[in-house]
């Protein structure tokens, strides 16, 4: 179980999280919700471990692997997209899966373009592909299929349940579709 007690988080001295606490079950789907500047991206990045909380815990995620889709693609620009998925990959098997997944996302035929002659949508997918690719126990999405159309962010949600069961994914999200298509539970970001 995760459990997120009391947290708190401010920049320049402006509350962005106050006193923000929920559990989880280690293979829950939760979905973040709430206004723009609410903290989404904050928890995100606090249970990433890319940023510290002022205050409060969290416990169960200290020996977990996790991988993390941001809200920007981050992909290596002058690198193919084969190159920018095998930096993550540490093992052949982890390779091996590259061009299936290309294929079940319709971007085979790109596998050794530069990632910057790809579409938006696309370089979406490649980043979303990356964040699969790894050995991961959970999966942190920050407004993954912005940019996506219905079709294509069907087929990712499709992709993205296959390969995470028994996994817990958090995602923050606008969108109340999206929570229904990936059977995620609504955890709304309220500041007091």
């Not at 206004?35 to 904050?42: H, M, N, Y």
Request: aromatic share 6%; net charge neutral; hydrophobic share 40%.
């Amino acid at each position: 179980m995760i459990v997120v007690k009391d947290l708190c988080k401010q920049y320049d001295g402006k509350q962005v999280l106050q006193d923000f606490c929920s559990s989880w079950e280690d293979t829950d789907t939760i979905c973040l919700m709430g206004k723009s500047g609410q903290g989404k991206t904050t928890l995100l990045r606090i249970l990433a471990g890319l940023e510290q909380a002022d205050s409060g815990s969290i416990s169960g995620i200290k020996e977990k692997k996790i991988s993390m889709v941001f809200q920007e693609n981050r992909l290596l620009h002058g690198f193919s997209v084969w190159e920018n998925l095998c930096c993550v990959c540490h093992t052949q098997a982890q390779r091996d899966k590259i061009l299936p997944m290309l294929e079940q996302m319709g971007l085979s035929a790109w596998v050794h373009k530069p990632v910057e002659t790809l579409s938006g949508g696309m370089q979406r997918r490649i980043a979303i592909a990356r964040a699969l690719l790894v050995d991961f126990d959970i999966l942190l999405l920050d407004e993954p299929f912005q940019g996506l159309d219905t079709q294509t962010r069907q087929t990712m949600i499709s992709m993205i349940q296959m390969l995470t069961k028994n996994k817990f994914i958090c995602m923050s999200t606008h969108h109340a579709q999206e929570v229904t298509e990936i059977h995620g539970k609504i955890v709304e970001i309220i500041k007091n």
